[in-house]
Nanobody, 128 residues
Framework: QVQLVESGGDSVQTGGSLRLSCAVSGDTGNLRTIAWFRQVPAKGREGVVCTGIRGGGSYYADSAKGRFLPSLHYNKDAADLQMNNLLPEDSAIYYC?????????????????????WGQGTQVTVSS
């Protein structure tokens, strides 16, 4: 089993920045992709960005391009998401997710069903 625990959610003003972290533990040897999703009430989860753990780069949703940057910290078994120039529409619960498959093998790199392991989420609120 794999456990994911997110942290770093907070309330910020428009234009501000936040850095989310995802602590990864358990049987992590087969993991190939780490992703970030977000969800607002009454809507499904939206993929933000996914990153290949063994190379392969990252794939961004249009909403994340130029503002969000994922990173991996192998010595800490952690993944971060740096979010800059935040907008009110970025307000959501942010989830870390992981898959045993490479993201480029997915028909849709940010499809929710491709990810087996999920964290509990962390709230991000951006006020205008």
């Amino acid at each position: 089993q794999v456990q994911l625990v997110e942290s770093g959610g907070d309330s910020v003003q428009t234009g501000g920045s936040l850095r989310l972290s995802c602590a990864v533990s358990g049987d992590t040897g087969n993991l190939r992709t780490i992703a970030w999703f977000r969800q607002v009430p009454a809507k499904g989860r939206e993929g933000v960005v996914c990153t290949g753990i063994r190379g392969g780069g990252s794939y961004y949703a249009d909403s994340a391009k130029g503002r969000f940057l994922p990173s991996l910290h192998y010595n800490k078994d952690a993944a971060d998401l740096q979010m800059n120039n935040l907008l009110p529409e970025d307000s959501a619960i942010y989830y870390c997710a992981a898959s045993d498959s490479e993201w480029w093998s997915f028909p849709d790199p940010l499809i929710e069903t491709a990810f087996v392991y999920w964290g509990q989420g962390t709230q991000v609120t951006v006020s205008s």
